[in-house]
């Protein structure tokens, strides 16, 4: 039991704002000393898991091709062309992009969108345009409350999602551990389905909420020369 020491690592980590990194290197660490591992050992473990996964390293490629994007005018271009839809506003925006995100994740296109191939060169700057266009030029915090939930459109589209998907890895472990612990015979097809009320149950429940954040902005422009008003006041 002492191993699960590890855990607390992490709680602790996480409760007090620690770097992720860190927090889940020095679990690891800690997890692997405690486990009777040698350094040595708990080095090897860590080298092995990272070739292992060698997907993790693709922001390599995909961080100097964003940020050139970027350096050419892709942000303006997406405010651009939401300005052209009048009638999209920054929540209708986002309740659809949690949609699609959903959708694709349930069929196992989990890469086809994200944060950083799509939230902060096309979503977040697309749902500030409309935001903009609604409301007027918006403050510091009003940015920042649009952007996070940009964020987390793609958050809950995704971890609700890709459980409706077959081949997923938490499908094919669950299936795996129950078929081999209680001899039984689940199919990941039956754990999909109902994956399905539950993916449901988090688009209302989120699409409710992005399309509140319209009422949210609803005067929290940038304060001109004869607004003082705190404009953190009117996000809540």
């Known amino acids: 039991m002492i191993v699960l020491l590890g855990v607390l690592v992490v709680v602790l980590g996480f409760a007090t704002r620690r770097n992720p990194l860190l927090v889940v290197g020095a679990a690891g660490i800690v997890t692997g000393l405690l486990g009777g591992l040698s350094p040595q050992r708990v080095l090897a473990a860590f080298g092995t898991g990272f070739a292992s996964s060698r997907s993790v390293t693709i922001f390599v490629i995909t961080l100097p091709v964003i940020g050139l994007l970027e350096h050419h005018g892709l942000q303006e271009q997406a405010r651009r062309l939401i300005t052209r839809f009048a009638g999209l506003t920054a929540g209708r925006f986002l309740a659809l992009y949690l949609l699609l995100r959903q959708l694709a994740a349930a069929v196992g296109l989990n890469n086809v969108f994200g944060h950083a191939q799509t939230v902060r060169p096309l979503a977040a700057p697309m749902a500030e345009g409309a935001a903009e266009r609604r409301h007027g030029p918006l403050g510091e915090k009003a940015r920042e409350k649009v952007r996070s939930f940009a964020a987390s459109a793609d958050n809950v589209g995704l971890f609700f999602g890709e459980d409706v998907f077959l081949a997923v890895g938490s499908i094919l472990l669950i299936t795996g551990f129950v078929n081999t612990t209680y001899h039984t015979h689940l199919e990941p097809l039956q754990l999909a389905l109902w994956a399905i ?12 909420r992005l399309l509140r954040l319209d009422r949210q902005l609803l005067g929290a422009a940038a304060p001109g020369p004869g607004r003082t008003a705190d404009i953190g006041e009117t996000i809540k």
């Open 197 to 208: 009320p539950t993916a449901l149950c988090a688009l209302a429940v989120h699409g409710w």
